[in-house]
């Protein structure tokens, strides 16, 4: 059984603003309105700013029904994989792949899916004939993945909706587990973990991002790392139970800091989504005169809605007539960007620099730019995100002004991307000041000549 958590929503990287109903109750009841306003699941959404969070997860929102509890182990493959054909005919991801060409891909798939015993393996096989259509925000989450727990997140905020964590945002690299990032504020965050680090077990089982951590929050924890192919690295942590959304929103504040680079001060922002308020956008633009130029960190985490990001780096979308985009921030930017800069973030970094408003350092985005169409929670232990509209940079990745690689495993926490980016700010600084400095000269600014 499925039920639609977000149906017909438009997009995540439009400027609809969708903002967590715990920062800002009712301007959030306003805004899922407008978002929500043709779904016929908006009143179960809109409960999340109500403090009745779980009913918008738990209950079907027709007649208020509980939802039946069904986990993959309960229905198999077979069963699941219909359920998500089902829920996919009934979204506009039929149309963007192309109907005949969907019907092609999961005939050659469908085997493959059918016969997977794991919910682990099922995802994984999904996954893989999603991808193949070539749209983005077609995907399915487990609830071993960090994107499932942030959607209860952003929608719950009840106990149910939290995990065990520590603070790391890893990836899977050719089948293991890497440190990918470190959330500030978190328990990982000034410790003795390090991006790079892989991940091998917790309490001598084999780590896996969410149930590795299961029951192990308040207590003392032993986690085993490889900090490179002949190190490896024992600690103790005591992992702690939160809502997910709300730890990322809290990094994104206690990442804002001021770096000291060549005599300059370097505003430096992690934007591990662009979900949430914005307020960190607003910090920023209080520390401007205090900064000579700011580093703005895209590389991990999620998109979200790019209205606030878009008025912060180029400009408001409705300037008063006859002047042009007013950006809050006007100070020089390089923004670090690699293959988890993505939706509404590429959007952001596509017209900023049209706009010769910042310069890109890193690795090239994935071109992930369809907006989210909707979401479908499927069973109990699942999620389908669905596509909605392609923009133009779908499947188009953009290239970085700079081309830094970055080695993720066994990386010993070096960050070159990170020293890239303050050499070219620091040049970017120096020229502004080269030129305003120029146009302040008499020679630059001679006296009109005698009539």
Same mark, same amino acid.
């Given at each position: 059984?499925?039920? @639609? ?13 969708? @903002? ?15 978002? +929500? ?45 219909? $359920? ?57 989450? @487990? ?20 995990? $065990?964590?520590?603070?790391? /945002? ?12 470190? +959330? ?7 410790? $003795? ?11 001598? *089982?084999? /780590?896996?991002?969410? @149930? ?23 600690? &103790?942590?005591?992992?702690?139970? $939160?809502?997910? /959304? ?8 206690? *990442? #804002? ?6 005599? +300059? ?47 912060? +780096? ?11 985009? *007013? ?20 959007? #952001? ?22 907006? #989210? ?49 303050? &050499? #070219? ?12 400095? *120029? ?13």
């Amino acid at each position: 059984m499925h039920r @639609t958590l977000v149906r017909h929503c438009p997009s995540m990287t439009q400027h609809s603003r969708w @903002t967590h109903a715990s920062a800002f109750p009712s301007y959030a009841a306003r805004s899922l309105a407008r978002v +929500l306003r043709r779904s016929t699941f908006a009143a179960a959404l809109l409960a999340t700013t109500s403090g009745s969070a779980s009913v918008a997860w738990a209950q079907v929102a027709q007649g208020g029904r509980p939802l039946e509890r069904q986990a993959f182990h309960d229905v198999g493959a077979r069963a699941r994989f219909v $359920e998500i054909l089902n829920v996919a005919a009934s979204s506009n991801a039929p149309n963007l792949v192309g109907p005949s060409r969907w019907s092609t891909l999961v005939a050659q798939h469908r085997e493959a899916i059918e016969s997977c015993r794991s919910h682990e393996s099922f995802a994984a096989a999904v996954n893989r004939l999603l991808h193949d259509t070539g749209v983005s925000h077609f995907t399915y989450h @487990t609830d071993e993945d960090w994107a499932f727990w942030h959607m209860r997140g952003l929608f719950g905020s009840g106990k149910e909706d939290e995990i $065990e964590h520590i603070g790391i /945002y890893p990836q899977k690299i050719d089948g293991r587990w890497f440190v990918r990032g470190i +959330l500030e504020g978190s328990l990982a965050d000034g410790g $003795e973990i390090r991006v790079g680090d892989e991940l091998i077990s917790v309490d001598g *089982s084999p /780590y896996a991002p969410i @149930t590795a951590f299961h029951g192990t929050a308040g207590r003392p924890t032993q986690i085993r790392l490889r900090r490179r192919p002949d190190l490896f690295v024992n600690l &103790e942590v005591i992992p702690r139970r $939160e809502l997910l /959304y709300q730890v990322m929103q809290d990094a994104i504040q206690a *990442s #804002v800091r001021v770096m000291e680079h060549e005599s +300059l001060r370097l505003a430096y922002l992690h934007g591990w989504t662009l979900l949430g308020s914005g307020s960190e956008f607003d910090t920023l633009v209080n520390m401007q005169d205090d900064v000579d130029g700011l580093l703005l960190d895209w590389r991990d985490g999620l998109g979200g809605t790019m209205d606030r990001a878009m008025h912060f +780096l180029v400009g408001p979308d409705d300037p008063p007539a006859g002047s042009p985009p *007013s950006p809050q921030w006007h100070k020089p930017v390089v923004v670090l960007v690699a293959d988890g800069t993505r939706s509404a973030k590429e959007l #952001v970094i596509d017209a900023a620099r049209k706009a010769h408003r910042a310069v890109l350092v890193g690795e090239p985005t994935p071109g992930h730019v369809t907006s #989210v169409g909707g979401i479908e929670k499927i069973g109990d232990d699942a999620l389908l995100m669905l596509p909605g509209h392609r923009f133009h940079l779908e499947g188009k990745p953009t290239q970085p002004d700079y081309l830094i690689r970055r080695e993720i495993r066994h990386g010993n926490g070096a960050d070159p991307q990170l020293v890239a980016a303050k &050499e #070219v700010l620091a040049q970017l600084i120096k020229d502004r000041a080269r030129r305003s400095s *120029s146009a302040k000269s008499p020679a630059a600014n001679p006296p009109p000549s005698p009539r």
